[in-house]
T-cell receptor
């Protein structure tokens, strides 16, 4: 079973508020991914890191989302100004070398 | 484009019955497709169930099997005899060997196994 830890499990924010969630990857996994899974079960890739460096990110992530994976600290994903459409399950995954991804339980964000 | 299509749920079966959840894929821009089945049990996170990286090979785990068929672009999940504990949502996913940075996901199939 995966040992990826995500906190908090649930997050409720008002529109315009910041929403921040954290992820601790499996020990020894240098690659971290963030996905958004919406109410229709669609997955959207947001960003991934190798160690502290961003590998790839989508446009949405560049504009309203910020993410980092500092050394010796949890990775984080923050939405600067939440919108109703951001309500979703945010999944963090880690992998050893961009091979199989191991997922955390997710943070369910509700933007009122 | 690249896509994954799987059986639309919910799928309801009785314990000890056989199961097949269909998954077909399109990998037009992926040089070396590899295929995954993930499962999400109630209240838990996504778990890798099985993966296959080579066309023609079969993956198996927990009594489930799936064969990577390049000719039919399919990766159907099968189990001969399901148990109530198999009730979960199953996701088929397509990746690029060596660079699974962006997995392409199906929409999931909810399986309900009745006792």
């Amino acid at each position: 079973n995966s040992k990826v830890i995500q906190t908090p499990r649930y997050l409720v924010k008002g529109q315009g508020q910041k929403a921040k969630m954290r992820c601790i990857p499996e020990k020894g996994h240098p690659v971290v991914f963030w996905y958004q899974q919406n109410k229709n079960n669609e997955f959207k890739f947001l960003i991934n890191f190798q160690n502290q460096e961003v590998l790839q990110q989508i446009d949405m992530t560049e504009k309203r989302f910020s993410a980092e994976c500092p050394s010796n600290s949890p990775c984080s994903l923050e939405i600067q100004s939440s919108e109703a459409g951001d309500s979703a399950l945010y999944l963090c995954a880690s992998s050893l070398n961009q091979d199989t991804q191991y997922f955390g339980p997710g943070t369910r964000l509700l933007v009122l | 484009g690249d896509s994954v299509t799987q059986t639309e749920g919910p799928v309801t079966v009785s314990e000890s019955e056989s199961l097949i959840i269909n998954c077909t894929y399109s990998a037009t821009s992926i040089a070396y497709p590899n295929l995954f089945w993930y499962v999400r049990y109630p209240g838990e996170g996504l778990q890798l169930l099985l993966k296959v990286i080579t066309a023609g090979q079969k993956g198996s785990s927990r009594g489930f099997e799936a064969t990577y068929n390049k000719e039919t672009t399919s990766f159907h999940l099968q189990k001969a005899s399901v148990q109530e504990s198999d009730s979960a949502v199953y996701y088929c996913a397509l990746g690029d060997l060596g660079d699974n940075s962006k997995l392409i996901w199906g929409l999931g199939t909810s399986l309900v196994v009745n006792p």
